[in-house]
């Protein structure tokens, strides 16, 4: 690919979303970021040879949600290794990232880490070593060292505005805890689970911190994870990352990503780039709508799917 041409077609397919009138419903159940502009789009794309390339609003942070459940299985592998999958599924689940139901029949075990259950339990493996402080310390350290930018930050009124209204959230924790899968006091599990949430990154800071995942553990040269580990994370993206969407954004797509309900989704085109788009549009499931599209007209454009042969 030359260079040149990447930075075409991001700008193409920031153009072409720009006129789009069908944009999705931008999150309103956490209320700062029902006051997200839907009109918002940005698009980062880093390449294996560490050049960005970038279009729309990719400088603006946005709270990434959900895609920080990428960032704590990392931790939280790096924590406790395979033990984790004793307390957390692996497969798809099928069902709304904010679902309960499988938790009754499958005894408080939730499906996947990248559900907002399975995401609780990781915060809850993280608070078996550290106090919610240092888990957030050192989420925030790990962000902005696999990115290389310390001026990541996390939103403390997202942090408070999710806390004030996450009933859902207290719900499945405390039922995870009825079955003793939720060890910590839900205060103190849900407060670092809302803070993580509550990150905010630009599609470039995203699309830098994802470059580890890209690249089988290494960001910059230095390694972060094994490459085996980074392949597995890829794979549970791949097909988890958008609830019941995940297998649509697979067919579509043919990449691992996570989404949030910020509008953000971070892509792994394996040994080849790390991908941030963000439009705060979400479609029913709660993934970005023009954020799914622009990354199949991507995909699309330059070959990249994991299914197309090398
Ligand atoms: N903080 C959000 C919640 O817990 C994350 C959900 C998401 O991004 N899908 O509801």
């Known amino acids: 690919m030359q260079l040149g041409s990447i930075d075409t077609i991001v700008a193409e397919i920031a153009e072409e979303t720009r006129t789009h009138t069908h944009r999705g419903k931008v999150a309103d159940y956490i209320p700062p970021l029902a006051c997200v502009p839907d009109s918002k789009f940005g698009i980062a794309v880093v390449l294996h040879d560490g050049s960005v390339h970038t279009a729309g609003d990719a400088e603006e942070p946005f709270s990434i949600q959900s895609i920080s459940k990428v960032f704590a299985l990392t931790l939280a592998l790096g ?53 919610p402080r240092e888990a957030i310390g050192q989420m925030l350290r790990f962000v902005r060292t696999v990115a290389g930018d310390e001026t990541i930050a996390i939103d403390e009124a997202v942090a408070r505005a999710e806390q004030d209204t996450g009933f859902r959230n207290m719900a499945l924790a405390n039922y995870m805890r009825a079955f003793g899968n939720v060890h910590a006091p839900v205060e103190l599990v849900l407060g670092t ?118």
Not at 81 to 92: F, I, K, Y
Not at 97 to 103: A, E, G, K, Y
């Open 79 to 131: 924590a406790v290794g395979d033990q984790l999958w004793r307390r957390v599924g692996r497969e798809p689940s099928g069902t709304a990232f904010n679902s309960i139901v499988q938790l009754e029949t499958e005894h408080g075990i939730p499906r996947n880490p990248f559900i907002n259950a399975g995401a609780i339990v990781v915060c809850d493996v993280l608070l078996g070593r550290l106090q």
């Open 193 to 310: 689970y809302f803070h993580f949430c509550a990150l905010s990154m630009s599609c470039r800071q995203l699309a830098l911190a994802g470059r580890y995942l890209m690249d089988d553990g290494r960001a910059d040269g230095h390694s972060v994870i094994s490459a085996r580990r980074a392949r597995r994370i890829n794979a549970l993206m791949m097909s988890c990352g958008h609830y019941d969407n995940s297998g649509d954004f697979a067919y579509r797509i043919g990449l691992p990503g996570k989404s949030g309900v910020g509008g953000g989704i971070l892509a792994v085109a394996p040994g080849i780039a790390s991908i941030a788009v963000w439009s705060p549009g979400l479609n029913p499931s709660g993934n970005s709508h023009l954020g799914q599209l622009a990354l199949e007209r991507l995909v699309h454009r330059t070959g990249w799917s994991v299914f197309e042969p090398r």
